[in-house]
């Protein structure tokens, strides 16, 4: 049943590019790419319990691995988005190291000290990233089987963004219910407990934050690639912050969460800031409503009350 | 030269916090297949001397021995690979898993070894090592209720399951009893007396009728030193003993 109901949220976005006016495609395309963003950044939230304010370190590793390596090597997409991947695998491996030495709002902190550090080193370092002007890559094509396919069409944007998307999610759905998500829960519920249950907890944290930093780059990459540009915004507080919501308005810790918080965040700033300049007040205004009445978030609040067996 | 039969040996064992020394100089040792019990007045240094031993918490000097090899230096996860498992004293279950999920975390330990493991767990046997250790304690019947839900002393052999699931050789168990009815401190004498045919245990105990019932030999700490050593019997006649409780 659960593995039909993700398959099913698939299938109904690919569906959807049939139904929707063409204004949509590329809106959903983002949402999908940043839906893949959060739903790496829940990993480590929602499922091993440790809140990060970092992660577009992640995110902008990711994007600058592609980037950096289409727009000086002249590499091609899938070279590109490999290094994308490995440059925020590493990351991610370096940061674990450092800030798992701590927990807790130390843990936030860190993360967040470490993600500013990085942030400025792409503004310090702008006459090879661009800066907060950032650079544009063209003419960016994937050749599959013999067919030349442009990135930069919507249809082709936003079936790579849908395949992305789909791969993170049931990466995320696989991990979750393999041993290591018992781990990762049990983490988050009683770290001392799992200890003297015979694992290493620190190892599990590690592994945790990596393929959280990982899922955080290939959509980091993949959002460079569709979207054509690399840019030090991404790697701002900001970025860090737009996870940790979407997370919390779809539903830390459940898989399809991320998703519903993306989807509905980002079209609530896309309706709103149609209507006024003080957009920001009416999403502040659903966070605040979302944890006074639904702590759980929209997905979250659906498991307690109808499905439980919802991951 | 010691006889093989010991499983555990403590060395001049130590443990410092700041100025006080919770621990000072234990020597301890467990013959396999016994049932110890470890009894002392509040503040003698039982749960630390077995903290020490479970690897919760590093010895400032002095060594601990399980099986004839040197575990000083090893962490508490691996020592518990070893076989020797901890339960707390306070409730430390997952509260928000299943009675089941709580178990299967503790039995998924053991059969994950190789690669393969993590990708295709064994769910299987991990399930029949669940189901024995929920019948075992008696709570396979709630398998499917959050740990939460369950009454204060279903919770404790929630605990007690999960360390059975992970096939102690040397089964801690830190003051089991408190807290229980007198019905469940029955049961739980049977139970422990089950788990003592295929482990050594060590028990951390107030209740003195618990402890004549179970061990067939009794430790007396008193200010991070062993001061008595005996059967029961010999124990409660003790003066030593009798001074230290007395003099609380």
Redesign the interface.
């Given at each position: 049943m659960t593995l039909g109901l993700h398959l099913g949220v698939l299938a109904l976005l690919a569906g959807l590019q049939l139904v929707v006016p063409p204004f949509h495609h590329g809106m959903l395309a983002r949402i999908m790419v940043l839906a893949a963003y959060a739903a790496g950044y829940n990993l480590l939230l929602g499922y091993a319990g440790l809140m990060s304010l970092g992660h577009a370190m992640f995110f902008s590793a990711g994007m600058y691995g592609t980037g950096l390596a289409i727009h000086y090597l002249g590499v091609g997409v899938a070279t590109g988005f490999l290094l994308g991947v490995v440059a925020g695998l590493a990351v991610a491996a370096a940061v674990g190291l450092i800030t798992l030495r701590t927990a807790g709002p130390a843990f936030l902190i860190v993360t967040m000290m470490l993600a500013q550090a990085f942030y400025l080193a792409t503004l310090y370092f702008n006459e090879i990233t661009g800066g907060d002007q950032g650079f544009i890559l063209s003419g960016l094509h994937l050749d599959l089987g013999g067919r030349r396919l442009a990135l930069a069409d919507p249809a082709v944007k936003y079936n790579v963004a849908l395949a992305v998307f789909a791969a993170c999610l049931l990466l995320n759905l696989w991990l979750v219910r393999s041993p290591i998500g018992r781990i990762l829960l049990a983490l988050r519920e009683n770290e001392e407990r799992t200890r003297l249950l015979g694992y290493n907890t620190s190892r599990y944290k590690l592994l945790a934050v990596t393929v959280s930093g990982v899922i955080s780059a290939v959509a980091g990459s993949a959002y460079t690639l569709l979207f054509s540009y690399v840019g030090s915004t991404f790697a701002g507080i900001l970025y860090s912050i737009y996870p940790l919501l979407w997370a919390l308005l779809g539903g830390a810790g459940t898989t399809l969460g991320p998703l519903v918080g993306t989807l509905v965040m980002t079209y609530l700033v896309d309706v709103t800031s149609g209507l006024t300049t003080a957009y920001l007040i009416v999403v502040g205004a659903t966070l605040v409503a979302t944890i006074l009445w639904v702590p759980a978030g929209i997905v979250g609040g659906i498991r307690a009350r109808w499905a439980p067996w919802l991951p | 030269m010691a006889p093989v039969t010991a499983l555990l040996e403590t060395k001049a064992i130590s443990k410092r916090f700041g100025g006080l020394e919770a621990v000072s100089g234990v020597d301890l040792r467990l013959d396999r297949g016994e049932v110890r019990a470890l009894i002392g007045p509040n503040g003698a240094g039982k749960t630390t001397l077995v903290s020490l031993i479970?690897g919760?918490l590093n010895p400032t000097s002095g060594r601990v021995l399980f099986a004839g090899r040197d575990v000083t230096s090893l962490?508490?996860?691996?020592r518990?690979?070893l076989g020797i498992?901890?339960t707390?004293q306070i409730t430390?279950?997952?509260?928000?898993?299943s009675v089941y999920?709580n178990v299967?975390?503790?039995a998924?330990?053991r059969?994950?070894r190789k690669l393969s493991?993590?990708?295709a767990?064994d769910r299987q046997a991990v399930a029949r090592d669940v189901e024995a250790a929920l019948a075992t304690v008696g709570l396979w019947a709630l398998r499917d209720q959050p740990a939460r839900a369950l009454a204060y002393g279903h919770q404790r052999l929630l605990e007690v399951a999960?360390a059975l699931a992970?096939r102690p050789e040397l089964l801690i168990l830190d003051e089991p009893s408190q807290g229980l009815a007198a019905a469940e401190i029955d049961g739980l004498c049977g139970l422990v007396r089950d788990i003592a045919r295929a482990a050594t245990v060590l028990v951390i105990e107030h209740n003195m009728a618990v402890v004549l019932e179970l061990a067939g030999r009794v430790t007396v700490m008193d200010q991070g030193r062993i001061i008595a050593e005996g059967t029961p019997r010999e124990i409660e006649a003790h003066a030593e003993v009798q001074k230290a409780y007395l003099g609380r």
């Open positions: - | 479970s919760r962490r508490a996860w691996d518990v690979g498992v901890y707390f430390s279950i997952y509260r928000g898993f999920d299967a975390l503790a998924q330990r059969r994950l493991d993590w990708i767990l999960m992970l």
